[in-house]
């Protein structure tokens, strides 16, 4: 393969799930739902399939989901994205966000990322021939914050783009209004491009709120705000997401979605439409039942020994053995199978070797409650062994 793409290897992901597969372990590594998402949802693709939606959609992606994301965004957080200029449907976030790379930055840009970063962002700027500027999110007592001295230092005249997600994968942190304010001064101070993958915008706990910064005051003119179907309603497989903000912005990512995918998810597109209009209790029962299930397995890994942090949002915790005596997560991660028939993912995998983020989580193990009770309650059973 290319350079640019040579310390890239298999995703940690992939390595895990396989992993879990070969052991027979309970698979807390990758996250995705051991349950589908709203039978309505599912009874409208089949509607939509059978109906023939089966041929290319239109580029921007169906009119009527265009239409519901534009909804969302204003019932939600009183932003009013046109349908018709200013929201692209695509095959994922993760088309989102790499189309947004590849369509703004230049050879050399940098742009700037938290850390520990969803892997796909590394390489994706690799691929857009772009330069990592990392800002760590470093633990804290109860959870992790951003190092502000570093996220200004991040900062300079080729900072072209500011790569955010927040609720955070994989430390389940909610950027404060705090933070995202110093987030928005120096976007704007460095007239740089904010791209925020808000993914798991709806799965947020008591306590805590999400804040798009889009809606912060002078920032919806510069920044792309990406989200999925994927986690709102648990059908990571359907690959259905969108990027709503200023018309030339989305502009420049259908430029490149284009020639990516062309276009995708027709039968899926009016499903998923449909359930961006579903009544608020569905999004709070679905937040308040992970919620529950959060706190099932942050309850077994303390008693297992962890040290856990409560994520705020998401549907990861990341926890510390090292009062197990262990300071190497992802040492852990490989013998955690044999040793407790379990599977987590290291945090160390979100994180450039050698820096801030790296160092300050070398030990942490990142596991998913996206799982039924049951095997939920055989996670932590089996996790006792460790003591
Ligand atoms: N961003 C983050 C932070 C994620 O955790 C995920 C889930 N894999 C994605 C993007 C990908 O989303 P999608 O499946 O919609 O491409
Ligand atoms: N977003 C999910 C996770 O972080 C899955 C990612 C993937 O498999 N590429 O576990």
């Not at 050879?107 to 330069?131: Q, R, S, W």
């Not at 230092?153 to 072209?160: P, V």
């Not at 276009?263 to 999004?283: I, R, T, Y």
Request: one cysteine or more; a negative charge.
């Amino acid at each position: 393969g290319v350079r640019r793409m040579r310390r890239f290897g298999p995703t940690v992901f992939a390595e895990m799930s396989a992993l879990a597969q070969r052991t027979g372990a309970v698979n807390l590594g990758q996250g995705f739902p051991d349950t589908d998402g709203p039978g309505s949802l599912l009874e409208d693709a089949v509607a939509a399939l059978r109906s023939g939606a089966n041929q290319y959609p239109p580029g921007l992606g169906v009119p009527e989901l265009r239409e519901a994301v534009s909804r969302h965004q204003e019932r939600w957080y009183g932003l009013r994205p046109d349908p018709d200029t200013e929201v692209l449907v695509t095959a994922g976030a993760s088309e989102a966000t790499a189309a947004a790379l590849l369509g703004l930055c230049e050879a050399g840009d940098e742009v700037v990322v938290l850390e520990p970063a969803y892997d796909a962002y590394p390489a994706l700027i690799a691929l857009a021939g772009a330069v990592q500027r990392s800002v760590p999110l470093l633990p804290t007592a109860d959870g992790f914050a951003l190092d502000r001295a570093a996220l200004e230092a991040a900062f300079s005249d080729r900072t072209r783009l500011v790569l955010l997600n927040t609720p955070h994968n994989p430390t389940g942190t909610v950027l404060s209004d705090d933070e995202l304010t110093l987030v928005a001064r120096l976007a704007a101070r460095h007239d740089a491009v904010v791209v925020t993958d808000e993914v798991y915008e709806h799965l947020v706990f008591t306590g805590h709120r999400h804040r798009p910064i889009a809606t912060l005051p002078g920032m919806a003119e510069r920044t792309l705000t990406v989200s999925s179907a994927g986690k709102t309603f648990s059908v990571t497989g359907w690959k259905v997401g969108w990027v709503s903000g200023p018309a030339p912005l989305v502009a420049a990512v259908r430029a490149v979605k284009q020639f990516l995918t062309y276009v995708n998810g027709a039968p899926f597109q009016p499903a998923v439409a449909k359930a961006l209009d579903l009544p608020g209790a569905f999004f709070t029962e679905q937040a308040g039942d992970l919620q529950r299930r959060r706190d099932l397995l942050s309850e077994g890994l303390r008693s297992a020994g962890f040290g856990v942090r409560t994520p705020a949002g998401t549907y990861f915790v990341v926890a510390d053995p090292a009062p197990l005596g262990f300071d190497d997560g992802t040492e852990l991660c490989r013998r955690l199978p044999e040793l407790a028939g379990v599977v987590g993912v290291p945090v160390s995998a979100f994180c450039e070797p050698g820096g801030a983020a790296a160092g300050a989580s070398a030990a942490l193990v990142r596991f998913t409650f996206c799982k039924s009770d049951a095997v939920l309650l055989e996670a932590c059973d089996r996790l006792q062994a460790l003591r």
